[in-house]
């Protein structure tokens, strides 16, 4: 049985500000050097960025750099975009609250504890025996293995509906001081929420090279526990591999599809530790401080490359095989240095460098955003492949395979 996306939608905090408004109102509230404001100057004037969303009810509120106030503004605002871009997910789906079965939701810009899957099953009214996960400190590449972790939910039969929401809020982690990576950071990042729905395929059956999954489990806490039989290969089968012996005769239950936006096939990561300090959070004076040097793009294009070719390897199956490149866009030097890496063209990229020059970096959510306008405007035909890439802290990258209906 297949993991098939049914719904994905977006959502932004309110204030939208041009990468001028940007400029002229942080030379108006911050002393800096002269160094410090030609830096921003070029990042923010002359740069590809032309606005980006803020998570403020009032500009001012980003002059603020008080600990306790900027984990409250990341505590509201990513409710806040997070229930809308779920609500919108659920209404394009055509499901209510009560047909959510699980939650999986990963940010990297603001620690809270409970996390924000407690806050929002609340905000969403879902059911009590709804199943949640948070997934923290993942950085830009969390929204990937957020939906393998609800692919794997589906595959293993538990749960038939997933809800997998990104959601950052970069501007609560704006940090002030003269150091580039910091310029650079307070200069490209922005906020935004992404939520994708996942649903099983009962017409999915694909059995592959591997010992298939045998498995019959209950969809929710309050119904009777079946009983289970698994055998399970050795190795890491890809999505589609495993078949799931379902009782078929009745009703298709709600949370189950045989249609959807696309089809996930396989997914791919790579962990590279010696690199750690190169892109991450450290935490000063109770606030989180950007680090970003200038060999991201190259780490995160090699490492990005490597996810690919491991993925693409395991399937028989090349570059020229993929019809559309869904790329995190960190940054224009990032969207080059992929390029250079996989071969690939500034036009087959074009939807990563929009979405870049529209909205910034929003960190995690930045893939779907991209996703969704490859979905909305570009029109993919059936069968047509795709690749979801995106990087973050570790150093680790992401791949996952999907194809089109």
């Not at 950052?168 to 150091?179: M, R």
């Not at 962990?271 to 060999?295: A, F, I, K, M, S």
Request: with cysteine; charged share 20%; aromatic share 8%.
């Amino acid at each position: 049985m297949k993991a098939i996306l049914s719904a994905l939608a977006t959502a932004n905090p309110r204030r939208y500000a041009t990468q001028q408004e940007i400029y002229h109102f942080m030379a108006a509230h911050f002393a800096m050097e002269q160094s410090e404001r030609d830096l921003y100057k070029k990042l923010l004037l002359e740069g590809p960025i032309r606005g980006r969303y803020i998570s403020v009810d009032e500009d001012e509120e980003i002059c603020s750099q008080d600990a306790d106030f900027l984990i409250s503004r990341f505590a509201r605002h990513s409710r806040r975009i997070a229930a809308q871009a779920a609500g919108a997910a659920m209404k394009q789906a055509g499901l209510d609250a009560s047909q959510i079965e699980a939650l999986i939701v990963n940010t990297c810009t603001g620690y809270l504890c409970p996390g924000l899957s407690s806050y929002l099953v609340e905000d969403l009214g879902l059911p009590a025996y709804t199943a949640v996960l948070d997934l923290m400190g993942m950085g830009c590449g969390g929204a990937i293995p957020n939906l393998e972790a609800g692919c794997r939910m589906i595959q293993s039969g538990a749960r038939k509906t997933v809800l997998c929401l990104s959601v950052e809020i970069c501007s609560a982690t704006f940090f002030l001081g003269p150091d580039p990576d910091l310029i650079v950071s307070n200069s490209i990042f922005s906020d935004g929420a992404s939520a994708a729905i996942l649903q099983a395929d009962l017409n999915s059956d694909a059995p592959g090279d591997t010992v298939p999954l045998v498995c019959s489990v209950p969809v929710r806490a309050s119904e009777e526990v079946a009983s289970m039989k698994c055998q399970v290969s050795s190795g890491r089968p890809a999505l589609q591999t495993s078949h799931f012996e379902l009782d078929t005769s009745k009703e298709t239950p709600h949370g189950v599809t045989t249609n959807g936006l696309l089809h996930f096939i396989d997914f791919e990561s790579v962990t590279l530790p010696r690199y750690r300090e190169q892109l991450r959070y450290t935490t000063q004076g109770g606030r989180l401080r950007n680090v970003l040097t200038r060999n991201v793009p190259v780490i995160g294009a090699k490492a990005v490359a490597q996810a690919t070719g491991r993925l693409l390897e395991r399937h028989g199956l090349t570059a020229d095989d993929i019809h559309w490149w869904a790329v995190h866009p960190g940054g224009t030097q990032v969207l080059m240095a992929v390029q250079k890496h996989l071969g690939l063209t500034e036009e087959t990229l074009r939807f990563s460098y929009e979405i870049f020059r529209d909205y910034g970096n929003m960190s995690s959510p930045t893939v779907m955003f991209v996703l969704k306008k490859i979905l909305d405007e570009a029109g993919p035909k059936k069968n047509d492949r795709a690749l979801l890439l995106s990087f973050g802290a570790g150093f680790t990258a992401f791949a996952a395979l999907v194809e089109f209906p």
